[in-house]
Every structure is written in C-alpha cells, then in structure tokens.
C-alpha cells in the first residue's frame, strides 16, 4: 500500500532509511513529498514508526550534538512573540528524542514548499553505534548513499537511487 | 488580524499536540468571525463542505486536486473556516474571516499560508 497524496501532504510523517554506513535516519517530512521508496511502502514506514516509539532513549542530552547553525536555517519560522530559547527547545524536542534513541535525525527546511527536498540535520549522537539497532524489529529500508554530517540544509533525494524530484 | 486570544488558543492547541509524540498533522490553525471560533487541522475536507467555500474552491480546481503543490480542500484553513461556517449559520464573505498564524504542531514553527489559501480567503 503506499500514502496518498492527500495523507503524505496533509501529516508531518516520520520516516526512516539507513545509509550505506547503516547510519540510521529519521526524516520530519512537514507535509512534503515522500521519496518514492517510503510513499509506495506506508505499511513498512507505519511499522518502523510503531517499533521506533517503544525504543528507550539511550543517550542522554550530553551525548547529543544539535547543529549549531539551527537558528540561521529555521530562524523565519519562529514564533517571535515567544522567547527564541523557548521556541528554539519547542522545536527541537522531537528531535532530540530520536538522536537519544541513536538516529540522525533531519528536518524539512522550507516547509511551506511541499516539493521542495532541502532538509538540515538537527540532532545526532555524539559516537555512532552500527550495532544498536540490531536487535529491534525496524524493517530497514537501505539507501545507496552516504549521508553527510553537514550543518546546512542539502537534498537529500540526491541520495536516493530512485530520487522522484 | 486575529485576536490574542485565538492565537493563544491556537498555540495551546499546537502545543497539546505535540506534546502526544505524534502522528502530527502537518498545520494547525484558528479562524474567527467575531466572537465565534474554530480551530482545526490540515486533513481531506468533509464531502459535505459549506457551500461558500466549496463555491469558491472550485474556481480553482476539483476537491483534492493538487494544485500549487498542496491538494485542494485540505488546508487548515479550509477546515477551520468550513466549521466555522457551519457554526455561523448565515452569510459571511470569506475574505472577513480572521486566522491566527498557522502552526506545525511536531515544532510550533508559524507556517506560511499557502498560495490555495491566498486565493481563498483574500
């Protein structure tokens, strides 16, 4: 089964690859479009989001790295009635829950532009664990890519093979 | 411009729903016509959609038709101001609703209103 249109444009759906490193990736898609991969599979994607909710946290904020240039790239987006720490701890904090359960976890950038594919990384662990996941039942869907560690916000559809922009 | 109390309300709203771990809706957002007030999500509008609205949607296009990349009908704001219609009971233009910022609940980021809805409601 996959999403459809109006389901993957009207919910801000988690998803979830691993790159070619089995870095585990969790993507905020804010009402964007999905890659093909994830809109045609909603069954898989569903699954993982179930398995993913149950997994403790096992890094603690200190073991987290937030990218220190969030301000600059969802700066516009903030509320500026409310005090920038405020707004700032309201947005990361789904986050930093998934990079707590050791995921690279990675935001829309524009989200009032459903078909744009820029995302920035906003939370990771500090050291990489390929072996944490092993045990838990996350179907895993693998990219072909290396996803980089940048602070700024790229495509991240370049990195799929079947990249559908 | 909608009132303090809307946007509150709105910002409560986004905010409960974040604080539930998700599934998200993609918007959250208020609308007002004097003192009365509704606030919904961005969802597939109901069939049974407020005459003015679906009137004035279909110059754009057909219910669920993606169009300027969002599908038509499925906005907040459609759904917000559709209930406040409904509330209502008697005619309104729709360019004399009121909203407060639209909000993505997972982050509480203030979204901008799409280009459906510009047409919409200005």
Request: glycine residues 4%; neutral net charge.
């Amino acid at each position: 089964m996959a999403y459809s249109e109006i389901e993957m444009f009207t919910n801000d759906i988690d998803w979830f690859v691993f790159d070619i490193d089995s870095k585990p990736i969790h993507v905020a898609s804010a009402g964007g479009v999905l890659p093909n991969a994830i809109k045609e599979n909603n069954i898989m994607n569903e699954h993982n989001i179930e398995v993913i909710s149950t997994l403790p946290e096992v890094y603690s904020d200190n073991d987290i790295i937030i990218n220190p240039r969030l301000r600059d790239i969802i700066g516009i987006y903030l509320d500026s009635n409310i005090f920038e720490e405020l707004a700032l701890r309201n947005y990361i904090s789904s986050f930093l829950l998934m990079a707590k359960r050791g995921f690279y976890s990675f935001d829309k950038t524009k989200i009032e532009d459903s078909n744009d594919t820029h995302y920035h990384l906003v939370a990771y662990p500090k050291h990489f664990d390929s072996n944490l996941l092993n045990d838990s039942k996350i179907e895993r869907y693998k990219i072909s890519g290396r996803l980089p560690i940048w602070n700024f916000p790229f495509n991240l559809f370049d990195f799929f093979e079947d990249r559908n922009n | 411009m909608a009132s303090r109390k809307l946007e509150d309300k709105t910002t409560k709203y986004s905010l409960k729903l974040q604080k539930t771990g998700g599934p998200y809706p993609a918007v959250v957002v208020g609308a007002e016509y004097g003192r009365v007030w509704k606030i919904d999500r961005s969802r597939a509008c109901y069939s049974n959609i407020h005459r003015i609205l679906y009137k004035q949607l279909m110059t754009q296009g057909n219910l669920y038709q993606v169009i300027n990349g969002n599908p038509l009908g499925c906005c907040a704001e459609v759904n917000a101001s559709d209930k406040l219609l409904k509330r209502l009971n008697h005619h309104i233009e729709l360019n004399t609703i009121q909203f407060s910022n639209p909000r993505r609940p997972r982050t509480n980021q203030i979204v901008p209103i799409c280009d459906n809805c510009k047409i919409t409601f200005e």
